[in-house]
């Protein structure tokens, strides 16, 4: 059983957990943005019958605490679907209607509320649909910690949405609030062409996705690392960004079945794109899996699986997430299977991978990276 915690709303008490699961929690499924947002919607008069579009609920907080009105989630996580899906049913409450970042909310909203993304391409391209889904100032409230607003947000509302002006803080959260109704504009494409000639690559990369402007140097070792390995036949991309390693996969071994996995909706849109004009062949029949890891995947075990794991979760920084990833790849790899991970080396994912599956080699390094190849 997931670890939870009780979130004391005005619409009730809740009992919450977060994703990924862990047995000893130290992270709560909500934070002071979500309270005051609460509140502050408590102060006014909601009609019974009253439509709210919630953005970038990340565990499913505000959408189980408002569940008594007709609500939908948008957002660009898998994660933020699963546990809104799950804290409802644990309360008894009605679950949101949920659109995918890649999709863009349609019909009419009485509230808006957003809660305010890490990801500052991510912010832009939400901001710039949102604009004419705003039926007055008043009716959109964004809320974030006060540490994570900045002149660059206040200015990114300004040139995108409205001008806008965040509250006096309370418990250290802050909302914003626009100063004038919106002028809704063409919104600009989200999307940025990463050419790699000396790969024979150009990908795609939509907001959201991990290092979009440039190939981060783990993923670059990590194609070394790559070259070094045994035929593969059935590969899993974990944690798959644009794509790029499992797209140099299919490159390497053009029979084998590879598998994208991402909890980005934007970032799956983005390998599928790049697979297919990359990799065109092995793109027809790959597939592409929005989920937190490969916890609601059920097909045949990999051979292969490459993972270049996130070291943070929205503004939370730890190995947590990679942790459970490497758990689950001891439930879905074959018993003669290799898991290929690249990492910093001061976070130490060789004594985990060790523990799990009795072996784990070093196969490319550099003075901050290492790849690491696990094994039963």
């Given amino acids: 059983m997931p670890a939870t915690a009780i979130l004391n709303a005005p619409t ?13 929690e130290t992270l709560q499924a909500w934070d002071a943005a979500d309270e005051y947002l609460l509140h502050h919607l408590a102060a006014k008069d909601i009609a019974v019958d009253s439509r709210f579009l919630i953005v970038n609920d990340s565990q499913g907080a505000l959408s189980t605490a408002l569940a008594d009105y007709s609500c939908t989630l948008w957002a660009d996580s898998a994660i ?3 546990s809104s899906l799950e804290n409802c ?3 008894e409450r009605k679950p949101p209607l949920f659109v995918p970042a890649t999709e863009i909310p349609q019909g009419s909203y009485d509230y808006i509320l957003y809660k305010l993304p890490k990801s500052r391409s991510l912010l832009k391209y939400q901001l710039q649909h949102l604009a004419p889904l705003i039926a007055a100032p008043e009716r ?15 200015t990114h509302f300004a040139d995108y949405l409205a001008p806008a002006r965040p509250s006096l803080a309370r418990k250290k959260a802050r909302l914003i609030e626009l100063l004038e109704a919106p002028t809704p504009k063409a919104p600009a494409d989200d999307s940025k062409v990463l050419s790699l000639p000396e790969l024979g690559l150009t990908l795609c990369n939509r907001a959201n996705v ?3 402007d440039k190939l981060d140097r783990g993923s670059r070792l990590m ?17 798959c960004g644009n794509g790029l390693l499992g797209i140099s996969a299919a ?13 980005s909706f934007l970032a799956i849109d983005s390998a599928c794109k790049n697979a297919a004009s990359n990799t065109p062949t092995a793109a027809a029949k790959a597939r592409y899996i929005a989920d937190d890891g490969l916890s609601n995947y059920t097909d045949e075990p990999f051979d292969l699986i490459l993972c270049n794991p996130p070291f943070h ?20 790899l074959a018993p003669e299977g290799r898991i290929c991970v690249v990492g910093n080396r001061h976070l130490g994912y060789h004594v985990l991978l060790k523990q799990l599956f009795g072996h784990c080699d070093i196969i490319a390094s550099d003075p901050k990276f290492v790849v690491l190849l696990a094994y039963r």
Avoid at 140 to 154: G, Q, S
Avoid at 226 to 237: F, K, Q
Wanted: proline share 3%; hydrophobic share 40%; with cysteine.
């Fill in 210 to 212: 991990f290092s979009r």
């Fill in 12 to 24: 009730g008490s809740f009992t919450l957990s977060r994703r990924p699961h862990r047995d000893r």
């Fill in 80 to 82: 933020s679907q699963l």
């Fill in 313 to 332: 979760q929205d503004h939370h920084v730890g190995d947590h997430i990679a942790k459970t990833m490497f758990q689950d790849c001891v439930t879905h």
């Fill in 89 to 91: 049913a644990r309360n």
């Fill in 223 to 239: 194609l070394k690392g790559i070259e070094l390995l045994p035929n593969a036949t059935r590969v899993a991309d974990l944690g």
């Fill in 251 to 263: 490159r390497r071994w053009p029979d084998a079945s590879i598998y994208f996995f991402d909890d």
């Fill in 140 to 154: 959109f409230i964004a809320a974030a910690m006060a540490r994570h607003i900045d002149h660059h947000v206040v």
